[in-house]
């Protein structure tokens, strides 16, 4: 589906590094979480968000990623700090302009 007035983004997420030790969570940051993946759902049935996911790695080098389209710079940063995560500081982002050369 084509977005023409649309620019894709991408955001990059990193747990804050207390969170890299599994016995710092608590229900608090395991419900944070599921924020956070209500909100990308929330994203994708808007028809913004083109995928999201994360590595596998261990949590001290384990980094999500989230590509999406939005009007603006200002509206993808709009995005990109309304996610739980990032708003309840359970994880850092970085915003990069972004473009897909090839998909599925």
Do not use: C
Request: aromatic residues 8%.
């Amino acid at each position: 589906m084509e977005h023409p007035t649309q620019q894709e983004f991408l955001y990059r997420l990193q747990l804050v590094s207390s969170l890299h030790n599994e016995h710092n969570w608590t229900d608090k940051e395991n419900g944070i979480i599921g924020e956070h993946f209500s909100y990308l759902q929330k994203l994708l049935a808007e028809g913004k968000l083109v995928l999201a996911g994360r590595t596998t790695t261990s949590l001290d080098t384990t980094f999500g990623l989230a590509i999406f389209r939005a009007a603006s710079q200002e509206e993808a940063q709009q995005i990109m700090e309304n996610d739980p995560a990032v708003s309840n500081g359970v994880m850092t982002a970085e915003l990069f302009p972004y473009h897909i050369a090839i998909k599925e």
